[in-house]
């Protein structure tokens, strides 16, 4: 079965501070893939999508990319108490034409 | 750019009544429309996948007969859960693809059920 795993959390980071989430696959067939934040209550919303290996940088948010490692993760530089929320991995197979999506990593940012 | 909408955003109805949900992409065309179900403290369960103009392919152990989806136009997709019961309560989400090269996909902003 095609899996996403996350840590589900919390992680808790101080504000100010750099939050890692991360994120592995098990489909070396998936080929796009996204990070979205999902506040309490709310529906997910797309932070990131990175494509290729490397780095990815938008604004406080890079996403890296590791195919060979089936890994992907986003920092989040110089945290805001706003960024505490629920944030999902997701894969894309264009073969299956799913997203598959981990459980989620809750971040918590300090005051 | 990129919005989709849905509606209603809370609905509340007895059991045994069905509820139609309405799910819009706003300023491009879907040709692609995901239903999501969500339940307090959990993940997103995909229900069903659907193209415009084609059936909708449903996941293992969604019944198609109780959630039906229908996906007329490139930019409107609903789902209708019948005969609702209260295990049927929950948040039900609603996102579109683009027609374009990326693969990103956009989330309505999610209708919650409650079945009485």
């Known amino acids: 079965q095609k899996e996403v795993e996350q840590n589900s959390g919390p992680l808790s980071v101080p504000e100010g501070a750099i939050a890692s989430l991360n994120c592995t696959y098990s489909?070396?067939?998936?080929?796009?893939f996204f990070w979205y934040r999902q506040y309490s209550g709310k529906s997910p919303e797309l932070i990131m999508s990175?494509?290729?290996?490397g780095d990815k940088e938008d604004g406080r948010f890079t996403a890296q990319l590791n195919k060979a490692s089936q890994y992907v993760s986003l920092l989040i530089r110089d945290s805001q108490p706003s960024d505490s929320a629920t944030y999902l991995c997701?894969?894309?197979?264009?073969?299956?034409?799913?997203?598959?999506f981990g459980t989620g990593t809750r971040l918590k940012v300090l005051a | 750019g990129a919005v989709v909408s849905q509606h209603p955003s809370r609905v509340i109805c007895k059991s045994g009544t069905s509820v139609k949900i309405e799910c819009r992409s706003l300023?491009?065309?879907?040709?692609?429309m995901f239903w999501y179900r969500q339940f307090p403290k959990q993940s997103l369960m995909l229900m069903a996948t659907?193209?415009?103009?084609?059936?909708?392919?449903?996941e293992q152990g969604v019944e198609k007969d109780k959630f039906l989806i229908n996906h007329a136009s490139l930019t409107l997709s609903t789902l209708t859960v019948t005969s609702a019961h209260p295990e049927d309560s929950s948040f039900y989400i609603c996102?579109?693809?683009?027609?374009?090269?990326?693969?990103?996909?956009?989330f309505g902003p999610g209708t919650r059920l409650t079945v009485t």
């Open positions: 990175i494509y290729s290996n």
């Open positions: 489909d070396r067939g998936s080929q796009s």
């Open positions: 300023d491009f065309q879907a040709t692609t």
């Open positions: 997701a894969a894309y197979t264009s073969g299956t034409y799913k997203y598959i």
């Open positions: 996102s579109a693809k683009g027609q374009g090269a990326g693969y990103e996909q956009y």
């Open positions: 659907s193209n415009e103009g084609s059936k909708a392919t449903y």
